[in-house]
């Protein structure tokens, strides 16, 4: 089973795209997937369907209250289950404060249900407070979207750092997958450049056991792309909206690249429906310092 975190603290980099398409693309594939938004905004919530103003039970519950996942999380259009968020989350750090191995809270909810999905896909906050840090101790693997400017590499370095306290004290099981460039204006000499400046930074990790050990930059690039702005409003994933756009394209090639060629369907029960064949169709979208990042991993900790 895997557990994706999809994690910049940099706003506006295309997580909650990237989240909400990758996780599309699984489900065309035959796969169970299990969405959780862990973002007050509630973006990917809302790009689901989900009124996050409906006083309807959120993570915000599961966090708080001890809720339990089965009961709060939603079936969508797309055949995705999703565990939706509102607006009170951003009052979920201060009103856990006291609660002990606060940062446990998601992991231990997931563990009843688990078994139920073959991949959960996490949308965090563009932060690096308590709720990306539960985000981070309940995944496996990080994913971090990346727009190609070269402000962005500077917070990517704070965010490798967090991941890496987090990978020390907390979840040794935590790794960062790689880098996926968003919102590519190919042939511009600014994207090339960053890239080229990335992959010295993964070059120089490499081998080095620590959590950027194994990082790569994915060979797919989402491509900018009005198509992927537009689903949202319809709520619907690329794959339903246009899925002869770029967007589509891409985002299927990514799926392809993170699970595998054709995203290979997991081994059903017996009596399931059988799976969704792949569809061939392949465009882009959707902050702390380190010393505050540590300082949240140690307060988690406290």
């Not at 989900?50 to 519950?61: R, W």
């Not at 967090?162 to 790689?178: D, E, S, W």
Request: aromatic share 4%.
């Amino acid at each position: 089973m895997r557990r994706l975190v999809i994690v910049n603290q940099k706003g506006g980099v295309g997580k909650t795209t990237t989240t909400a398409n990758l996780a599309a693309a699984l489900v065309r594939r035959g796969w169970r997937v299990l969405l959780i938004d862990m973002d007050p905004q509630a973006h990917l919530s809302i790009h689901f369907g989900f009124d996050p103003e409906s006083n309807e039970p959120t993570v915000y519950e599961v966090l708080t209250q001890g809720a339990p996942v089965a009961e709060i999380m939603r079936d969508t259009d797309e055949g995705l289950r999703l565990l939706p968020a509102c607006v009170d989350l951003a009052a979920a750090e201060v009103e856990l404060a006291g609660v002990n191995d606060r940062h446990d809270l998601l992991r231990n909810a997931l563990s009843a249900v688990e078994n139920q999905f073959d991949a959960i896909l996490v949308d965090c906050a563009p932060s690096l407070g308590l709720l990306t840090l539960n985000a981070l101790c309940a995944g496996f693997e990080v994913i971090i979207p990346l727009q190609p400017h070269f402000l962005a590499l500077q917070g990517l370095m704070k965010l490798g750092q967090t991941v890496a306290l987090v990978r020390a004290r907390l979840n040794p099981m935590l790794r960062i997958a790689g880098v996926v460039v968003v919102m590519q204006d190919a042939g511009t000499l600014l994207s090339a450049e960053v890239i080229a400046g990335l992959e010295q930074i993964l070059a120089a990790h490499r081998r080095s056991g620590d959590a950027w050990g194994d990082a790569r930059i994915f060979s797919t690039r989402i491509r900018r792309n009005i198509k992927l702005a537009e689903c949202p409003s319809h709520q619907t994933s690329i794959f339903t909206y246009a899925p002869k756009s770029n967007g589509a394209l891409d985002y299927a090639a990514l799926a392809d690249e993170l699970f595998g060629t054709a995203a290979a369907v997991p081994v059903a029960p017996a009596d399931a429906a059988p799976p969704v064949s792949a569809a061939t169709t392949r465009d882009p979208h959707d902050a702390e310092d380190a010393a505050s990042s540590e300082v949240s991993v140690r307060t988690a900790t406290a």
